[in-house]
């Protein structure tokens, strides 16, 4: 993960860059009537793979647009960058 | 046997080449009343808690890898417990409480060295922190000095006081200290064990067995175990042990590094931690800098930090002390950490009957062995955390009652 390819700039050196966390958490639409339980899980609980990892990064010291990444968190090997919006890419069993 | 001056005679005689191992390698029984996932030092001290002072007699603790070899062997050593918050206060100074009578307690030497703390204020608003913090520690019992430029330089030598981020004060803690990490893993280990507890090395949980909402047995690499009750403390590694039991935590694992210099005659003799130029450095028995900072944003479990935070390290401790410009650095490590949204543990019962978790201890774990075992193994025995344990619910991201040291103190254990 030395090298992170930023899908506006292109490959640009890591310290480049810095992660914000999971990616792919909606807001719930109607959170005055939700629980607290479930207001919880939306705030603070996270997935936290051993593996595969989507996540938000944002490329603060280039174009400072955020775009999402698939990471193996074992090996730290970016599997695919990608744009907010985009959806989220099947993980094959290979 | 104990070790003793007796014993250490005894045993010269035959070139110390006799003395009985520390704890030995029993094969897994089919079956426990309690089993404590993880033999880092607060899964070790749980169970030897479990046994000295609750008196269970069926007790096992397996560990994926080998005692010693896991975070509590990869932490920079530091003890303190001045935090904001009294729920905080509570639970750490129980810790330092223990810490001090450790060593004859397991008649082990941790080397637990109450040298003194100095947590550095580089603005106006780092002396308001560290003001409200102090007075927030005489309250709660804990010591607490709030020094000026002048003391700071006096007390510390060598330290620039005068860099880029001028040192403007300190908050010292002299019950704060440093102990041998592995040393406090071996003593637990084997003090539990001479109380009959099991200690399986090489054995990973793979599976949790449970049956009608309560946990029934654990599948592991050396087979299947049933089980009452089950403790789990797997910093590192928690997401991963809950998601078995079917249930997720408010956590993510970043990788912590550390790094140590080459040895070099005494020349520090206190805990240094900065949390705004943020390094934090004490000098080892064996001479070496011991030098620990932040943790890498992004979620990994590769137990290998980013180079570029290595330089984070060096810059402010290189900035702070001059002196140590020319230091050679020996070795640097990761270990994986569990962080919580608020930066305290999570201590407590989880949604599957009679399986407890003790996690989330994020950047600074090690501080807390003896209390964070002491009260978890209350936990385990009466199935309700006690005093102490109980604001440190996994309910509490629910309630909303975070004990945010987070935000109190920055983020540097």
Not at chain 2, 83 to 90: F, I, N
Not at chain 2, 320 to 341: A, E, H, N, Q, Y
């Amino acid at each position: 993960m030395f090298i992170i390819n930023c899908p506006y700039c292109g490959e640009r050196d890591q310290t480049e860059f810095t992660c914000h966390g999971e990616a792919h958490i909606a807001r719930p639409d109607n959170p005055s009537e939700i629980s607290d339980e479930e207001w919880g899980r939306y705030l603070f609980f996270r997935e936290n793979p051993k593996g595969t990892h989507f996540e938000r990064w944002t490329h603060d010291h280039g174009c400072r647009r955020w775009f999402n990444v698939m990471r193996d968190t074992v090996t730290d090997q970016i599997i695919k960058t990608y744009k907010m919006g985009e959806a989220k890419p099947e993980i094959s069993n290979e | 046997m104990k070790y003793s001056l007796y014993n250490l005679v005894k045993n010269s005689f035959s070139y110390h080449e006799n003395w009985e191992k520390a704890w030995s390698s029993p094969d897994l029984k089919p079956e426990y009343d309690v089993v404590i996932v993880g033999g880092g030092g607060h899964g070790l001290g749980t169970a030897y808690y479990l046994a000295k002072e609750f008196g269970v007699k069926n007790i096992a603790v397996l560990e994926k890898g080998w005692i010693g070899g896991g975070n509590t062997g990869r932490n920079t050593t530091i003890i303190r417990s001045n935090y904001l918050w009294d729920e905080s206060a509570a639970l750490y100074n129980h810790a330092v409480n223990l810490w001090e009578g450790l060593s004859s307690e397991l008649n082990f030497n941790v080397m637990f060295s109450q040298r003194g703390l100095f947590h550095l204020a580089h603005s106006v608003h780092d002396m308001q922190e560290i003001t409200r913090r102090g007075y927030s520690n005489y309250l709660n019992g804990i010591d607490a000095e709030i020094l000026n430029q002048d003391q700071v330089a006096k007390k510390i030598p060598h330290i620039n006081v005068n860099g880029r981020y001028p040192v403007l004060g300190a908050l010292l803690q002299r019950r704060a200290g440093t102990a041998r990490h592995d040393a406090v893993a071996w003593g637990y280990a084997r003090a539990a064990e001479n109380l009959g507890v099991d200690i399986i090395q090489n054995c990973e949980v793979k599976g949790i067995d449970i049956s009608n909402g309560k946990v029934v047995g654990l599948q592991t690499t050396k087979g299947s175990v049933k089980v009452d009750k089950v403790g789990l403390v797997p910093a590192g590694h928690s997401s991963v042990l809950a998601n078995m039991a079917g249930f997720s935590l408010p956590i993510n694992s970043v990788p912590l590094q550390a790094l140590v210099s080459e040895p070099v005659k005494p020349i520090l003799d206190c805990v240094i931690m900065s949390n705004s130029v943020h390094v934090y450095v004490s000098q080892s028995d064996k001479g070496e800098l011991v030098v620990g900072a932040g943790s890498d944003a992004y979620n990994s479990y590769s137990q290998r930090g980013s180079f570029d935070m290595i330089e984070h390290m060096m810059a402010p401790l290189v900035e702070l002390f001059p002196i140590f410009s020319r230091l050679k650095m020996l070795r640097s490590w990761g270990g994986i950490v569990d962080v919580t949204p608020d930066r305290s543990p999570i201590i407590g019962k989880t949604p599957v009957k009679d399986l407890f978790i003790n996690c989330g201890w994020g950047t600074g774990g090690f501080k807390a062995t003896p209390g964070s075992a002491h009260v978890f193994a209350e936990t385990v025995f009466r199935g309700e955390p006690n005093d102490i344990a109980a604001p440190f619910s996994l309910e509490r991201h629910f309630s909303g009652a975070l004990v945010d040291e987070a935000a109190a103190a920055a983020v540097a254990h």
